[in-house]
């Protein structure tokens, strides 16, 4: 019997570094790709856009669709001061924000979270496990990073992960969040550079070209999200092809979410 694993990354580059490019399907509003992890198991990956309400309904449409497991990938802020732009972050917990209070929602399938660490560490990938944080607003401010780290000890935060994981936990099967790490917990991102992006984290290009007009000394921070950027993908993609993918399946076998 064939087992499927459902896979939520919010943007398109992020999907490119895990699975390359190809065909896009549609169906009731997602986009979705299908491939094969081995013989027995399967893969489907769903583009959601950015934040927790796009994740959680991605994460269901995966759940219609019958897989056995969840995950969610791509890029992610860095809150500990230790972590570089492409550092690795494996969760073994998520944390949710909501409003003024931070709670723990899920606790990671150890045995998993394990056996991927020792294998991304034998290949010299640098990566770290411990906790990560979703939001529903993205962190940007070095003051703000630091502050979130002070308060939950999270290594990295997202906009999406937490959303996955409480459609795992409702539907009782394993989760996993694998991200890496894009802008340092000491550096600051311009709320501008942000704001080009879209839902469905697609560049709106007249508000690009807009800034730039506007702001023109904003090229330099620019240049340097994207370096770190590319950076992030790079291992991403490094670590998804020459441990993850290959790991997954044993996902399966262990039934503590």
Partial sequence: ???????????????????????????????????????????????????????????????AEGVVALGVSGVSGGLDPGLEPGDLVLADSIIQENGNTCQQIWEGNFKFVDISYAALIAKGIPTYRGPIITVQRAVLSARNKQALFTKTNALAVDMESAAVA?????????????RTVCDAATRSIPIEIFDCLNQVGNVRLFHFLRMLLIRPALVSDLLRTRINFNAALATLGRAWHTQISSNLPALLKNTNQ
Avoid: C, D, Y
């Fill in 1 to 63: 019997m064939n087992s499927t694993i459902g896979l939520v990354v919010a943007l398109p580059s992020e999907a490119r570094a895990l699975i390359g490019r190809g065909r896009w399907q549609h169906a009731e509003g997602h986009l979705f790709r299908r491939s094969h992890l081995n013989n027995r198991t399967h893969l489907i990956v769903v583009r959601s856009g950015l934040g927790m309400e796009n994740a959680f309904l991605a994460s269901q449409w995966l759940i």
């Fill in 166 to 178: 409480a459609v795992a936990i409702k539907a009782s099967i394993p989760f996993f969040a694998l």
